[in-house]
């Protein structure tokens, strides 16, 4: 079973219920072979806290010793591993020595009696440079293989090998196949050549196409993948699981893994390396030192920068600055550059899964930031949803300081005495003033020095934009400065974010009758929204949305119609539900697709009678699979700010 704890982008932190433990991911898993034990699993387990290794069942098979051993005494003692083990099936030694002598059922049957914890079928490796019709046959053998592993797994779990060569078709069509069997884990198959190669940009469409067609309760594995420097870009495509090889084979021949690459102990210049292996070490006397002993070294040292990189990824997730931590890896080598450019394809799907806002300030790294789905998620919400209340516009450029209504307020007073809407080109686009605090325009950091496709960018979807939504538009500066039409910003601010948030018509219902703010005296930021008498929204200082009131979620159930904003639950979750715990996936029964993770929601029960309101974790098809998690973390009744 498995469930996610945190996320961002596609990542997740999650917690996958083995036999042996739960393995907190992302993971990697090092690759031991049973022959050699570069780095015994003891020490794997640990020194290094590595919870889970990888091994290779067909090897074992093959070798008579291991093999009686591996079934008198089973897998984790013979390893003397306590954590969970995962075997691979042979399919890997097929692509790089051809035929296998074995069977799907035979490898299966054997994982099984020498109790691997989650086993591997005998998938097809499906080369890079095959035909797609070669592809698709394949794929069809690996689909009847998966299926008989499913049939005979026992209570061993089972590894349903994505397959698909550099086909994104195909790859989508194994990956809905494999998510409707009863697979426990999916690896994402015939990737190795990929990053042996450099073909980063192709890995990128081969790992989106198959996330796009699996079920997002089981995690992903990238089968082969283990190198420091891909392990952010990957986990931000949403993998969790990883193993590695290379620690162990680039230490035969003097190789050592850094973030940013692999290095030749003869090419390097110095060892500034400050691990616990490297450590007291120059290069001269690692150089000299004996080849097996140097080995271990750099084994280890190998080790040390995939679990530190991996650790890095995940207060990274739990920050939500994932996507930072990736455009900065993906620097170190052109190809990887590639291959966040090539993201900016799968920016719609990567949007569905988007936070709708995050604790801290997101940074721009340079122009593929705009590769983020942060930026398409704010300029298709304004063009549904932003409502101009003067119908000219008068056009100012960011120069830096934000909020821009603090740092140009004199000038947007001035143009709105005139019957102008105060609108920034900024690197988001068109921002009108009202909407300057909110997620994520406030909390951006840009350099002074732009980037000349962020800006051209910028510049046309404001002309676009103002051309579609004001009648007449002028330069901020060609305005006079003496109008004297009264308005109220709090007012017009107010109401602007509740419809970026919540839609237009859910904003009539909130914004009813005679309306009241709270401004905080201190900040002069809005703090509730009275309507009629009502405390209906409490506006985040920090992100500039608002969260839901009781009142509030009554009025938006009475005037837009189920399924809007709402998350079911059973009968069973509303008495909890009510007193304000957490709703659990396992008892919503329906779900507002529209729904992003940390948007607002309104939790109600079966008759749409609203129990709570809360933010929701998941998306809806991730509550429909997940049978473990919450759903919807529930605000008190009392209405204090969440
Ligand atoms: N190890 C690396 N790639 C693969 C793959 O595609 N299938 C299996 N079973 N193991 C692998
Ligand atoms: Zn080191």
Redesign the pocket.
Known sequence: MFEIVKRDGLARIGKFETRSGVLETPALLPVVNPKICTVTPKELYEEFGFKALITNSYIIKNTPDLKAKAQEVGLHKMLDFPGVIMT?????QS?MYGEVEVTNEEMVEFQKSIGTDIG????I??EPYWTKEQTAESIEVTLERTQKACDMKGDMMI?G?V?GSVYPDLREDCARKMAVMDVDVH??????PLMEQYRYLELVDVVMSSKKGLNPNRPVHL??AGHPMVLALATLMGCDLF?SASYAKFARDDRMMFIDGTYRLQDMQSLDCNCPACRGLTLESLRKMGSKERMKVIARHNLYQITDELALVKRYVKEGRLWELAEMRCRAHPAMLDALRRLEEHQEFMERYDPISRDGAMFYTGSETRCRPVFRRYMSRIWDRYVPEMSKAALFYDEGSKPYSRALAADFDRVRRSGYTPVVVSPFGPVPAELDELYPIAQSLFPVIEDIETMLEAESSTVEFLEHKFSEVVKSQDVSDDGDQEYDADLIRAKAVSRYQFGIEATDALFKGKIELVVSRKTGKIRNVISDGEHVLSMRAGDGLYTLRKEGADRIVSAVPSPFMRVKVNDDAVPFVSEGRNAFCQFVTECDEGLKPMDEVIVTDKDDKVIATGRIMLVADEIRSFKKGIAVKVRSGSGDEA
Do not use: R, Y
């Not at 690896?187 to 190795?192: Q, S």
């Open positions: 691979d099936s042979g399919t890997f692509h591997t079928v005998l998938d490796f499906t590894n090998v397959q690896p994402i198959g015939g990737v190795v089968f082969g193993d």
